[in-house]
C-alpha cells in the first residue's frame, strides 16, 4: 500500500518480491529511491518477502516492531539490515507529513501491528487507519482505527467458501481462528460501526484468491453500510494497482 502525500510516500509492506514491487512503482512514475520509508505490519514472508533484494539496491529507511525485525533480518545481508529501524510494540513515528502510530493486532506472525496515520495536509488534518492480518475485532483495533475517515481493512474469506474449498482442514483452522484472518461478514460489521465514526473511503484488502471473491465481498460491506454511497468502497486486486 503506497501512501503518497504533497511531500511524503510512503510503503505499507513489501510482499511479492524486488521486481514486481519496482514495477509497480513505475506505473505510479515513482523511483525506489523517492520513498520516505517503508513500515511493515509482520514478519510473514507475503509482507515482506521484497524487502532484502530491494533494500541492497535501494536502501530505505523501514520501520518495524523489535520481534518482526529480528524475524526479517535473518534474510537480509548486512546492508539491508543497517535500513531496519527497530520500535517498540507502541510506538509513533514522523515522516514527512505523516505522523505515524502503530496498535496491535491479533495474527499468527511473531508480532504484528496495525497503523493509524495522521497527514497534515494544505487541506487540514487527514487520518487513514490500516489493518491486515486480524484473526478478531480487538478492542486494540477499534481504538486504532475509530474516528479514521478512510480504512484499509482486512476482508480476507467468505465463510461458505474457505468452508467447501480445498484448503486442508488444519489450514481452514488457522484461518478461521482469532489469529487468523477475518471473514467479510465480520469485517463488513465492523466496518458499520466505523461508518457510524466518521468513515468515508474503505479499501477491502488481503482478499484470498481461493476462499473470496471480490464481487461478493463488495455486496456484504453494501448490504451491511445501507447502501453504496454511504461510504466509498474499493476492492484492492492481487495483479493490478488499485487506486482508493
Do not use: W
Not at 505490519?41 to 516492531?65: E, G, N, Q
Not at 496491535?104 to 504484528?112: K, L
Not at 477499534?142 to 479514521?148: I, V
Amino acid at each position: 500500500m503506497l501512501i503518497e502525500t504533497e511531500t511524503t510516500r510512503l510503503l505499507i509492506d513489501a510482499g511479492k518480491n524486488a521486481k514486481t514491487l519496482c514495477r509497480a512503482l513505475g506505473e505510479l512514475s515513482l523511483m525506489p529511491e523517492q520513498l520516505d520509508a517503508i513500515i511493515i505490519t509482520h514478519d510473514h514472508r507475503d509482507h515482506t518477502a521484497a524487502l532484502p533484494v530491494f533494500l541492497k539496491h535501494h536502501p530505505r529507511p523501514v520501520h518495524a516492531v523489535e520481534a518482526s525485525a529480528q524475524v526479517i533480518a535473518m534474510d537480509m545481508d548486512e546492508s539491508a539490515r543497517a535500513c531496519l529501524l527497530r520500535h517498540p510494540p507502541l510506538y509513533t513515528a514522523d515522516i514527512g507529513n505523516i505522523q505515524v502510530s502503530s496498535f496491535i493486532t491479533p495474527h499468527d506472525s511473531r508480532f504484528s501491528v496495525g497503523y493509524r496515520l495522521r497527514v497534515a495536509a494544505s487541506d487540514g488534518m487527514h487520518e487513514i487507519g490500516y489493518a491486515t492480518d486480524i484473526g478478531y475485532v480487538t478492542e486494540d483495533v477499534r481504538r486504532g482505527l475509530r474516528g479514521c475517515e478512510t480504512v484499509v481493512l482486512e476482508s480476507n474469506h467468505d465463510r461458505e467458501m474457505l468452508l467447501t474449498g480445498p484448503y486442508p482442514r488444519q489450514l481452514k483452522e488457522r484461518i478461521f481462528s482469532r489469529y487468523g484472518h477475518l471473514a467479510n461478514d465480520d469485517s463488513a460489521a465492523f466496518a458499520a460501526e466505523l461508518a457510524e465514526q466518521g468513515l468515508q473511503n474503505l479499501m477491502l484488502a488481503h482478499l484470498s484468491e481461493q476462499n473470496n471473491d471480490p464481487a461478493i465481498a463488495y455486496e456484504e460491506f453494501v448490504m451491511a453500510l445501507g447502501g453504496e454511497n454511504r461510504v466509498h468502497i474499493a476492492v484492492a486486486a492481487p495483479d493490478r494497482i488499485v487506486e482508493l
